[in-house]
């Protein structure tokens, strides 16, 4: 069975500082996805950032960085120059092969960024 | 860019009654999902559709729900007989066949419905 631990249930960050948001999983798979999710107040889920287990560098996309450490099992993602509309939950995800299996949630981070 | 549709994105029912909802997945897509998340909780999954039928479900997908494609576009989740802790959001989210791109294993997930059982 898989499991995503999300340790922070709220982060604080000043405007255009970086942060990190934490996430760690368990899974007996050697092939996985891991994902991270923005959920703004507004309610719907925004895909960010994908890393698979077998990519041997650490996935971007404009401000997203994911901080992926295969032997301690994290997939943290760091937010760079942090904006005020960044301020939501953010989940961390994953799925298992072959194919396209069902996401296994975290239960989320609350990041609000300040003025 | 294509995207997941939703409807109703509220709705509002009274315990007992049947409610049905709808989705339309992105048209070249072949997984389909159904996740809900109750209030101030994480997203949990209830089940997954390939090929006209079910391929997984979770212990949630219990004989109170089911799923269709009635057609070559809509998704739909049924409800037969709702109870208060079915109030939550519920989201549909597709994904194309895997390996067709590098991100294959993403999940498009629609605004999601809001469903609200009195």
């Known amino acids: 069975a898989q499991k995503i631990t999300q340790t922070q249930p709220g982060m604080f960050v000043q405007e255009k500082e970086a942060v990190t948001l934490d996430c760690t999983y368990d899974?007996?798979?050697?092939?996985?996805?891991l994902f991270w999710y923005k959920q703004p107040s507004s309610g719907e889920m925004i895909f960010l950032i994908y890393q698979g287990s077998y990519d041997e560098q650490n996935a971007t996309e404009g401000r997203y960085s994911l901080n992926f450490q295969k032997a301690r099992k994290s997939a943290n993602l760091v937010i760079s120059a942090s904006q005020l509309g960044d301020s939501a939950m953010y989940f961390c995800?994953?799925?298992?092969?072959?194919?396209?299996?069902?996401?296994?949630f975290g239960k989320g981070t609350r990041l609000s960024v300040i003025a | 860019e294509p995207e997941v549709t939703q409807t109703p994105s509220h709705q509002v029912t009274q315990m007992g009654q049947e409610v049905i909802l709808r989705c339309v997945p992105i048209?070249?897509?072949?997984?389909f999902y159904w996740y809900r998340q109750i209030l101030g909780q994480k997203v949990e999954f209830l089940v997954s559709f390939y090929n006209n039928e079910i391929s997984e479900k979770s212990e949630i997908f219990d004989d109170q729900f089911s799923v269709e494609r009635p057609d070559g576009s809509n998704f739909t989740l049924k409800i037969r007989s709702t109870k208060l802790e079915d109030s939550a959001m519920y989201f549909c989210?597709?994904?194309?066949?895997?390996?067709?791109?590098?991100?294959?294993?993403?999940?498009?997930f629609g605004p999601g419905t809001r469903l609200t059982v009195t």
């Open positions: 899974t007996s798979d050697q092939s996985y996805g």
């Open positions: 989210a597709s994904s194309p066949l895997a390996g067709e791109h590098s991100n294959s294993y993403e999940q498009y």
């Open positions: 048209s070249n897509h072949l997984y």
């Open positions: 995800a994953m799925s298992t092969n072959p194919g396209n299996t069902p996401l296994v």
